[in-house]
């Protein structure tokens, strides 16, 4: 696979902010960049060459957070002034303030449908708002010291925070209650975020680490020190194949998850890289740091479209499944102490990673050993702990897969048949066709019965989402109603007053 890379190259830079940028979104429309800074303005790039940037002011202080909303429309910005602001990515920059923390927002984000706002604040709140009627819904309270960021999940069922009480949360967004906490962090918890399919979440780290967590087994699969300071963000590529990260360190290391080893490291920024992130395509990707700059970057590394990843995923019989609530519950705390090596990847791959490592070819032993032999950008090699990845891994881990090939190792010299071999390398090779092996009617039925439970949950989220405004609504109608209520028996009070009034005058004058 390192033969056919390109390298990363930088392909523009934006200069129009005073001081550090703190932030970075791109358009989902591919057309506009989104950046905040310290200079409490929020900067609209058009993408376009020679086209005019936007400067939106309204924010008292520091901008911390910036997200486009999914339908492109909205761009919402968190700021220690306490406030989110929802602005309009237009000439007139017109804005809506949400006021509801009592402390610096340090981390602002869209639901994947686009009707819902998570913040995370120094107030150690994380609050959930309402885009459509513009209001605060309801607060997660158990973070004990300033939370940093927060994020949706892609099916918006959970929410992930994280904070400088050095944990990483999950929340219900249907109970509200916090239903795993992970407590892996080595220090202050930096920044939280999902894979795009919801199966994994990572988090960055003061402590200059990055740790992937598989939320189907609650266990953590992949741990990188890469950086020799601490990470203040990173970002998936849509394919899930590869992170970006930007650290203090003031550089921007980039991960091959399939391989788990650091392939690039670049430098552009002088000082700290405080803000990176990938386009909704993966073919570019942003980074913002103390230079006051926003570099935009080519990512060429990915040698696959993600569209054509989509489309191998969507012809899988067996697609990855998001997890459900009920199996990320703790079940006791999952304590990890990394070994001092350069990068330290747990072998703890799901169907995930085999689904994922079936989507690119099998290294030979002598492309292997030439892939990991080579050096970017000046770079030694990274090392592996307990795995080097140079054939597919079929089982749950390492381990099982080696006692596997013994097993068939021995039974072919006891046998010493051609076609055992032939099976045994077809394995190797096809390691999800094998195991799999369903026939084409079966697989059709599957993908048949697959595409309807999709429609199905769909279905199911939008009826809920209705349901959700109808009990608004009704709400309203009801608060309404019982002031109407209200009015009327002051008006009956009022008249009765008045006609005793009235009555007591005749009274008199009588």
Known sequence: ?????????????????????TCADFNPNRKQLASGSLDKNLMIWNLAPKARAFQFVGHQDVITGVQFSPSSNLVASSSKDRTVRLWTPSMKGESTVFKAHTA??????????????????????????????QCFIYSLNQHTNWVRCARFSPDGRIIASCGDDRTVRLWDTSTKHCINCLTDCGGSATFVDFNSSGTCIASSGADSTLKIWDLRTNKLIQHYRVHSAGIN????????????????????????????????????????????????????????????????????FDSRSYQDVLLQHSRRSTPDPPPHLSD??????????????????????????????????????MQSAAANSHHYNGLPECHVANSRLDGWIEGGSASRAESTAENETRA????????????????????????????????????????????????????????????DKLKECLSHQSQILKDLRASRTRRRTESEGTDESSVHST
Not at 104 to 129: E, M, N, P, Y
Not at 413 to 426: H, L, T, Y
């Open 104 to 133: 610096a927002v340090r981390s602002v984000a869209f639901s994947h449908d686009g009707q819902r706002l998570v913040t995370a604040s120094d107030d150690k709140s994380v609050k959930v708002w309402s885009v459509h009627r």
């Open 412 to 471: 072919n010299r006891k046998e010493g048949k051609g076609r055992r071999e032939e099976e045994v390398e077809m394995s190797q090779t096809h390691p999800l066709e094998v195991l799999s092996g369903h026939p084409s009617s079966v697989s059709s039925t599957l993908r048949h019965i697959v595409q309807q439970l999709d429609i199905l949950t769909q279905t199911v989220s939008v009826l809920e989402e209705r349901l959700t405004l109808t009990e």
């Open 1 to 21: 696979m390192a033969s056919v890379m390109e390298d990363p190259t930088l392909e523009r830079h934006f200069k129009g902010h005073k001081d550090a940028v």
């Open 233 to 300: 963000s990173f970002s998936f590529h849509p394919s899930n194949n590869y992170v970006i990260s930007g650290s203090n360190d003031g550089t921007i290391k980039i991960l091959d998850l399939l391989e788990g080893r650091l392939i690039y490291t670049l430098h552009g920024h002088k000082g700290a890289v405080i803000t990176v992130a990938f386009s909704r395509a993966g073919d570019v990707f942003a980074s913002g740091g103390a230079d006051s700059q926003v570099l935009l970057w080519k990512t060429n």
């Open 328 to 365: 990320i519950h703790p079940r006791g705390p999952h304590l990890h102490h990394p070994q001092p090596t350069a990068i330290q990847v747990i072998c703890v791959f799901s169907c995930f990673h085999l689904q994922l490592l079936n989507s690119w070819p099998r290294l030979t032993p």
